[in-house]
Nanobody, 125 residues
Framework: QVQLVESGGGSVQAGGSLRLSCVGS????????MGWFRQAPGKERDVVAT????????NYADSVKGRFTISRDNAKNTVYLQMNSLKPEDTAVYFC??????????????????WGQGTQVTVSS
């Protein structure tokens, strides 16, 4: 498994921006699709964005398209989530995750097997 540590969460006003980072250690980070998920109180953990091991094929939830950008730097074992034009409904704990198997392209939560501890994002109106 890969160990993942997120950072960059915080509190912002609506319309603001945050950049989340997730550093991986352990198994070869660059072989795995990475994803960002979020979970609001009382709700399920849902996919926000995923990116293939090559850095291509980004995929976004409809609710964040045009506002969020996922990227990765395999030399630094890091995946990022740039969040712009934040809305109160973006408030959640955000989790970084790595796919269970190398060289697969997926956005299904069940295909991700390594998770970070989560970072809180709070957007006030």
């Amino acid at each position: 498994q890969v160990q993942l540590v997120e950072s960059g969460g915080g509190s912002v006003q609506a319309g603001g921006s945050l950049r989340l980072s997730c550093v991986g250690s352990g198994r070869a980070f660059s072989y795995y699709t990475m994803g960002w998920f979020r979970q609001a109180p009382g709700k399920e953990r849902d996919v926000v964005a995923t990116i293939a091991w090559t850095g291509g094929r980004p995929n976004y939830a409809d609710s964040v398209k045009g506002r969020f950008t996922i990227s990765r730097d395999n030399a630094k074992n890091t995946v990022y989530l740039q969040m712009n034009s934040l809305k109160p409904e973006d408030t959640a704990v955000y989790f970084c995750a790595a796919a269970r198997s190398p060289y697969i392209i997926t956005s299904e939560r069940s295909d991700f097997g390594s998770w970070g501890q989560g970072t809180q994002v709070t957007v006030s109106s």
